[in-house]
């Protein structure tokens, strides 16, 4: 392509008037210009840039790219790269592409490795050494990156001080031909010192008028048998009085989640699922649902699905756990006379192709589910529907669409809770540091909006606490990254 065919609409654009959140959904972008504008040359490629917007703040260097058909960036047929001249000096760093200068270059899906990988003049490091974040965590048309301004890999200065930067976004097929290219983009910067938080109210708090709240958390297997002190620190300073736990390892028991959240708890713990079972408790009374006390993979459906994995390995590993049955459980808590069914699920991991096994596989699960959950509801007087867990949404969004369908009491799709991390600029819920995967929201909460109405949630990492505040719940900063990958999901609920 030649790149001199894109319409250059800005070079230069000031950071953004309002906080750009990391989420995905690109609510907060419509303020900030069009910068480039493709003209839909490369048709039958995997990846056409269409729109591309550039800002930041005083925190990070803000991109939302239109990739001109529905991809996920981390699995594609080919590389996608951002190319940046960070200090905005083309005599210094390398030239590729056409651009000089070049000090950072960001790969999505590199060969053998697939995800993200970042290399500098100093090595090559991961996504979350330059505080990369991609969202959303599934296959869309567009997504947002953001990278933190302060970040320092290696040996290097920090990333993008300067007055300036340069970027360019190149799209190359398996065998290294340039398939799409953009022209240079040159962003002038202001200051990135960040202001010290305000003194608030505890960040903890349940919201004025809640009835109840609800915690659910992926507790990354055994984790919580062998290092329970950082689970039991969080869960006392959240406070829920709705536990729903997933990825719990089938060598703990109701017993042992009694002894970790206290002796007061009803607890009904999952005999399916495998090692990944799911836990629901509460303060107050709480009954398993036939329905849902275990759900089997449908066995023709499941067989030709798992034909598919080249992988015979991963395929004769996915047969022996779809023997387990599907990682859910639904119960009945008592709220005084109102009676919600709360369903915990832990749905298939990885494979993150639309359509590819896994995602069908994922697809086949919420299917299950959603039959169970009507059969339940049919069944039972319910006043409320709560669903959460780990979706692992890597893949299409469908299952969780699928899901919420027609499932609250009114007929209408379950509504989704859109939690914010305490600081207000990420909805990612995983993170591990040293994987080629950057943070992603793969844990989600679907409610009856027809019944309750959704005061307050958020994701809670206890690095976000301010010092006082850790102070006072008890928590170690670094708490949530040792308890699991996952981050617990926390919402305040009132009753309609």
Partial sequence: MNPLRWTLLALLATSSPAPIISDGSFNDWPSVPVTLRDPADAPQAALDFGEIRVTHDPRFVHLLIDFGRVVNPRSLDGVFGILFDADGNPATGWTEHGLPGVDLRVEFSPPQTGGVQLESASGRFSSYEAGLQLAPTYAARRAEIRLDRGARLGSGAPLFLGA??????????????????????????????????????????????????????????????????????????????LLLLDEVSSEASALWVQRLIGTQWQVVFSANGGRQRTVVAARRAV????????????????????????????????????????????????????????????????????????????????????????????????????????????????????????LDLDGSPLSLAEPLQLNGLSNATWLR??????????????????????????VFRSTDLPTRWLRRHHLQPDDSDVASDHLPLVSDFQWR
């Fill in 164 to 241: 300036r930067f340069s970027v360019k976004f190149v799209f190359t097929d398996p065998q290294g031909r340039v398939i799409d290219e953009t022209d240079p983009i040159v962003h002038p910067l202001t200051s990135a010192r960040v202001s010290r938080d305000a003194p608030g109210p505890d960040p903890l708090k349940h919201a004025p008028g809640t009835a109840f709240r609800v915690l659910s958390w992926n507790v990354g297997g055994k984790a919580v048998l062998t290092r329970p002190d950082p689970f039991r620190r969080i869960l006392t300073a959240l406070d829920p009085d």
């Fill in 433 to 458: 540091r040293g994987s080629p995967f950057p943070p992603g929201r793969l844990d989600y909460v679907l409610y009856s909006d027809s019944s309750l109405r959704l005061l307050h949630s958020f």
């Fill in 287 to 406: 009954t398993p649902v036939s329905s849902l006390l275990r759900i089997d993979y449908p066995p023709e459906e499941s067989q030709t699905i798992l034909s598919l994995l080249p992988d015979p390995e991963r395929r004769a590993t996915l047969a022996r756990a779809h023997t387990e049955g599907i990682p859910t459980l639904g119960a009945t808590v008592q709220f005084h006379d109102r009676r919600l069914l709360a369903v915990a699920l832990d749905l298939q991991c990885c494979g993150d192709r639309p359509g590819g096994p896994e995602d069908r596989i994922r697809l086949m699960e919420v299917n299950a589910i959603h039959a169970a959950v009507r059969q339940a509801l049919t069944a039972g007087n319910f006043d409320a529907l709560l669903v959460a867990g780990d979706f692992n949404l890597v893949a299409s969004r469908d299952p969780l669409d699928r899901l919420a369908a027609s």
